[in-house]
């Protein structure tokens, strides 16, 4: 009896055999080929149409308009800019990316067209998954390249998109992000069919790797330069390494120049040279550009080789002269409104220590930010007039400096403020009409009926602006009681109290004395979001015999904010008279843990009133102790004026920046056992490392 035979065993097709499109490459070889061939005619025809339009000569620049200067490379002229030149290169660069998609559909359409037809179903399918790959994946490698480039070429729509409410600039960046997401979603299912025969052909295997890693590459570095693009606009693309700081900006200055009013155009005629004060002088002026969002322009112009630029800004600019070096501000919207400043204005020399030379200062950034708000007062200083006659700070020499305010004058001079004396004296006195903003700073002795009285009426009727310091009065050994300013009234007419009572505080530094607390501003400013808060980190002042400022709500339409407040741990305390010994507190003395020693007054969100329990902060005396520095009091007050004036707060101090040299460590200073023995000890540790790596690999071998 013959067995039964076993029943053939049916072939398992390929993973591959029931998908749509590749049943349709294999079976429609001369259909697939034809509409190849059509999208490769499509893409020729848009490539000629696109290479035209991107390659065409462009049109001659106009004789009487000299080539433009790329600011951050003068000695490189800039290409001349343009809508039409920007869009001539957007052509080009899509008439490469069309040629190469005509490129990819022609040899894919050709070989379907031309090649024969595989002998099995097997090799006809590999052959399918091969053509799928590769001209899916070309595809898109290419719509990544390309939409990766366009990202970069438009990236400035970014800003205008999202910063400047440019709504239609958003195409801009959502064209090449969309084309860079539809070209790694078409690159993956160009290479998903192929997965379903990687197992079983090596060949395929190796295309299907190979085009994820490919696609996987680009994908990312698309997207670097898409992050560094977006990183670039919000981030400075420079950092300040040195210990100094030399090459920080303040953020004072930042600030400011974000919030330009109007654009400003500089031009800097600085030569072409290497030297280290030209290139910090460089550097400044292009981080001014780069922080203002190029709301400021920077033009550099060499001495040199802009003859022309020169010529033309001789002729508009009197100021600008052969042979002389410097920055021009100028504004596009008043051409009368310019400032000069020369190169040597923006170095100083100051003196060194005891048997140290002299050393060098760079001015820079102080220099400009000043002369920009000179420039933003339309060149004219504004008056600030200091009451005098009733033992006022004396704004003139006097040979008691604890009394005298004549370095607090010339800060302010130096800041572009005409500091004036005024006697409010005669039968009708009056505040002059050109005061910007009057200052009645520490008076002894109270002011007359007839010197309060032109007070009131320049505040009330006038709108003006005030600025009061009044500390207690100095204590003698006949005065131990503190006497009024006369203000009051007029002060409270604001919602600001003045107490007429000494104030003691205990720090809690044991050795500051109570007579001197050290202050801080107040969280109520903060919260207020008051400019001049804005410009201190941490303000480090302390007031010799302070008086107590408070805030009050009696009048309606005016907000009184307290700004500053004693920071003492110990308690202060108030007492009607100077006690034989400030140290022991009374023991019916209110005490309070903090007191306010400042307050600032608006009307309708403008400032009107600053008032400050205490004047010695900016006498002579104390300002002797910072030598040539200025002392925090005199930016606090120049901060107030610049805010009663409606204008930006901007640190009248700016930091300067020092030159120093680096010395070597003297060779008494250097360790030479550790340079001795410490490279010997780590080689070891390397090579006894390497061989346990290589002894613990062929072990495990074994």
Partial sequence: MQPTPPAPVPSTPPPSAGLPIVEYVRTQRQNTGIVLATLAVVFLALAGYLGVKGFRKPPEPEPDKPAAVNPLDPERPEPPKGVALSKQNDYALGAIATLGAFLIAAVGGGWLVAALPKPTETQQRTEALTLILAVGGGFALVLIAAGGLFFYRWSESIVNWLEKNQEEEARYVLIPVLAVAFGAALGLAAVAPARAEERNNPSLRKLVYGSNLGITALVLLVTLIAANVVFAYRVSNKIDMTGSGFYAMSPQTEEYLRDLPEPIQVYAIIPDSGQREVNDLRDVLTRFQETSRNKLTIKFISPVSGTVDLTELKANYPPVQDGELGVLLT??????????????????????????????????????????????????????????GTEELDLTARTDPERGATRLRAFLEKNYLDVQPLVLDGESPKVPDDCAVLVVADPQKPLGPKSVDAVRKYMTERKGKL???????????????VSPTGLEPVLGQFNVGLSDKYLFALSADRRVPVTTPPVEFTQAAADAKNPI???????????????????????????????????????????????????????????????????VVTEGGTGRVAVFGNGLMVCDALAGQFGAESPPAFDLLGATIDWLRDRPPVPQGVESKTYAVYALPGAKTIDGTRLKYVPVVFGLLVVASLGLGVWAIRRQQA
């Fill in 467 to 481: 600025v009061v310091l009044a500390g207690a009065t100095l204590p003698g050994p006949t005065v131990r009681k």
């Fill in 533 to 599: 808060v804005r410009l201190f980190r941490r303000l480090s002042l302390q007031m010799p015999f302070p008086r107590e400022v408070t805030a009050l709500t009696t009048a309606p339409g005016l907000t009184a904010t307290p700004l500053l407040m004693t920071d003492t741990e110990g308690g202060a305390w108030l007492t009607d008279e100077f006690p034989a010994n400030p140290n022991v507190r009374p023991g019916n003395a209110p005490v309070a843990r903090r007191r306010t020693v400042g307050v």
């Fill in 331 to 388: 504004f596009p919207s008043d051409k009368k409104r310019f400032s000069f400043i020369p190169v040597n204005e923006f170095f100083t020399t100051e003196s060194g220590g005891r048997g140290d030379a002299p050393r060098s200062v760079f001015t820079g950034e102080a220099r400009l930010v000043k002369e920009l708000l000179f420039l933003a007062d339309n060149k004219q200083k504004p008056k600030v007039y200091f009451t005098q």
